[in-house]
């Protein structure tokens, strides 16, 4: 029986700097997961924070979800070691298929009110994030990107917090299509 849909983990990191090819780069992608209530408010949430807002962050891009079943994929074929926050996720959600959801879509967490927007599309932060340089194209070969949501109301959410759907577009532009829009292979090839 599928778990009914839930915040597993509220995730926050703070911008570093890292070493990357001989040169030193900043990153948010470092997340952890943290204890008790978060606000979520403007475009982020309180003790989080994007180094390149431009790429990162911003209203489309305010949170990042990432599904408990994609990473037992990555654990169980892959080899990872997972973790909450590994990828840079805000929310570790449970019992939801974010390939599936649609853009559009939107979710009551705790008092907030959340909105898909688009899917992950991973740079070489991800691969730093990994110790693996090649790990964005295996992540973006996996087909699991998770969500990137907007905030429509401000709130609060904590570990526990179920996750409602509360309105589905009838499009059927799901996260899957955008990502398969953009770098399905099969695409590329013209086939």
């Given at each position: 029986m599928a778990a009914a849909p839930r915040v597993t983990s509220v995730n926050v990191g703070a911008v570093r700097e890292v070493l990357w090819r001989g040169r030193r780069v900043t990153t948010g992608i470092w997340k952890s997961p943290v204890a008790g209530r978060v606000a979520i408010r403007g475009v982020n949430l309180d003790g989080d924070d994007q180094a390149d807002r431009s790429v990162h962050g911003g209203p489309d891009k305010a949170v990042y979800a990432y599904a408990l079943e994609d990473y037992d994929f990555w654990h169980e074929r892959a080899g990872v070691d997972v973790q909450a926050g590994l990828f840079g996720e805000n929310l570790t959600v449970e019992g939801l298929d974010l390939a599936s959801a649609l853009a559009g879509e939107r979710w009551s967490v705790g008092t907030t009110l959340l909105e898909v927007a688009q899917p992950r599309m991973p740079c070489y932060k991800l691969g730093i994030r990994m110790g693996d340089p090649g790990f964005p194209r295996r992540?973006?070969?996996?087909?699991?990107?998770?969500?990137?949501?907007?905030?429509?109301?401000?709130?609060?959410?904590?570990?526990?917090?179920?996750?409602?759907?509360?309105?589905?577009?009838?499009?059927?532009v799901t996260m899957r299509a955008m990502w398969e829009a953009r770098f399905d292979p099969r695409r590329r090839r013209g086939a």
């Open positions: 992540f973006l070969d996996a087909a699991r990107p998770g969500a990137y949501l907007r905030i429509v109301r401000d709130g609060d959410v904590g570990a526990g917090d179920p996750v409602l759907v509360t309105s589905r577009p009838t499009h059927g």
